[in-house]
Nanobody, 124 residues
Framework: QVQLVESGGGLVQAGDSLRLSCTVS????????MAWFRQAPGKYREFVAS????????DYADSAKGRFTISRDNAKNTVYLRMTSVKPEDTAVYYC?????????????????WGQGTQVTVSS
């Protein structure tokens, strides 16, 4: 059974930093790409960042470039999203997700398993 458990969300102020974590079980974590998506109230779920199995390839949405960093620890089956200089428009539920294999993408259909999400709320 595949499980993704996210943590690290919360209420922060604009300009603050936080780190989201997602631990995966039931998949060959070291062989699959991982990604983070987010969904704000009333909006579609959107791509935030992705990372190849060994970390050599990282991709970021324009909204995340320069502020967010995706990383992973394959020994811990965990992927992270470091968020800095957060803005109120970053408020959303953040989801981690596993790719079918070593290649990721920016579409939800590129991914197969999803976590339950962790809420990030940024106050101004």
């Amino acid at each position: 059974q595949v499980q993704l458990v996210e943590s690290g969300g919360g209420l922060v102020q604009a300009g603050d930093s936080l780190r989201l974590s997602c631990t995966v079980s039931g998949r060959a974590f070291g062989k699959i790409a991982m990604a983070w998506f987010r969904q704000a109230p009333g909006k579609y779920r959107e791509f935030v960042a992705s990372m190849s199995p060994t970390g050599g390839i990282r991709d970021y949405a324009d909204s995340a470039k320069g502020r967010f960093t995706i990383s992973r620890d394959n020994a811990k089956n965990t992927v992270y999203l470091r968020m800095t200089s957060v803005k109120p428009e970053d408020t959303a539920v953040y989801y981690c997700t596993t790719a079918y294999g070593p290649l990721g993408g920016r579409r939800m259909n590129d991914y197969v398993d999803w976590g339950q999400g962790t809420q990030v709320t940024v106050s101004s």
